[in-house]
């Protein structure tokens, strides 16, 4: 029997932020190489995770992306791929989202959504939403990609943990000569 995954996957700035000190998201370089290994990877996915303010800034885009007159090949194939995606938008503020959504107030409810969707579940944050998934759990696998700038302050990607977490690396490569993308899996114990 296979278990589908739920996986982390976000990008980070050099050291260590997931947004800027005002929340800005303005900083991640995505170009051709990365873009399409986003698009390649996440056609197969059964889920996608979001916080409330991620999922409104993704709903804000996303929908209409490929009929935009500047959309890029990869940005067409993505937004496809994005509104008929399942999708769980974690928070306790939202009673309802669009674009095939549903809206969880309990973290644990998200492994019940991974085990029923028809692939991995793929967790794009924001960052509390990370830590609540930790925090339960939950959390198989990171995907990071780090970009090269250095912030200085913001939201830390990591929320401060209770205890170690020993992961081990899957896979490492560079993107577009300037993103490094690393995977890493939580370690069972026996």
Do not use: C
């Amino acid at each position: 029997m296979t278990t589908n995954k739920i996986i982390v996957w976000m990008q980070s700035s050099l050291d260590g932020y997931s947004s800027g000190p005002d929340g800005e998201f303005d900083w991640p370089w995505i170009g051709d190489d990365l873009h399409t290994h986003f698009v390649t990877t996440l056609r197969s996915a059964g889920l996608f995770v979001y916080g409330r303010t991620v999922f409104e800034m993704m709903a804000g885009f996303w929908p209409i992306a490929d009929t935009l007159p500047d959309s890029t090949p990869n940005q067409s194939a993505y937004a496809r791929i994005w509104r008929p995606m399942p999708k769980a938008v974690l928070s306790r503020m939202l009673t309802d989202a669009e674009w095939n959504s549903t809206v969880v107030a309990d973290p644990g409810h998200i492994r019940e959504l991974a085990g029923a969707a028809e692939g991995d579940t793929y967790v794009f944050g924001g960052s509390r939403t990370v830590a609540a998934l930790e925090a339960a759990g939950l959390v198989d696998e990171y995907q990071l990609f780090v970009h090269p700038v250095l912030l200085g302050a913001g939201r830390p990607f990591f929320a401060p943990r209770q205890a170690r977490a020993q992961l081990t690396l899957v896979e490492a490569r560079v993107f577009d000569g300037s993103v490094v993308g690393s995977r890493y899996a939580r370690e069972l114990v026996a």
